[in-house]
């Protein structure tokens, strides 16, 4: 299993980034995906996540709004689209994916994950 994330990097505050998670190593399209992140000195909170089917999203409140999970089974991929950045959104973001029988199921059970990308940064600052 392999989940690589991509696309963090410097924006200013109120601006946009699109990450991606590129998975190979499993049937990705029977895995719900997830996103994590991880602020400096603060413990590792979830931020979204996306059943196998893609008809369950779930989103912390802190990004409720601003922030879409998607995925692409065909490229084996799950995007994180972020708009609207705020200076508290800065964190290394990683996804992570957990096995359901059912398609319509997601967490946030950091606990509960079966595997993890390495993670990306995403600094939002002026």
């Known amino acids: 299993v392999q989940l690589v994330e991509s696309g963090g990097g410097l924006v200013q505050p109120g601006g946009s980034l699109r990450l991606s998670c590129a998975a190979s190593?499993?049937?990705?399209?029977?895995?719900?995906m997830s996103w994590f992140r991880q602020a400096p000195g603060k413990e590792r909170e979830g931020v979204s996540c996306?059943?196998?089917?893609?008809?369950?999203?779930y989103y912390a409140d802190s990004v409720k709004g601003r922030f879409t999970i998607s995925r692409d089974n065909a490229k084996n991929t799950v995007y994180l689209q972020m708009n609207s950045l705020k200076p508290e959104d800065t964190a290394v973001y990683y996804c992570?994916?957990?096995?359901?029988?059912?398609?319509?199921?997601?967490?946030?059970?950091?606990?509960?994950?079966?595997?993890w990308g390495k993670g990306t940064l995403v600094t939002v600052s002026s």
């Open positions: 992570a994916t957990r096995y359901y029988t059912d398609s319509l199921i997601c967490d946030l059970d950091y606990a509960g994950m079966d595997s």
């Open positions: 996306i059943s196998s089917s893609a008809d369950t999203t």
């Open positions: 190593g499993f049937t990705f399209s029977s895995y719900a």
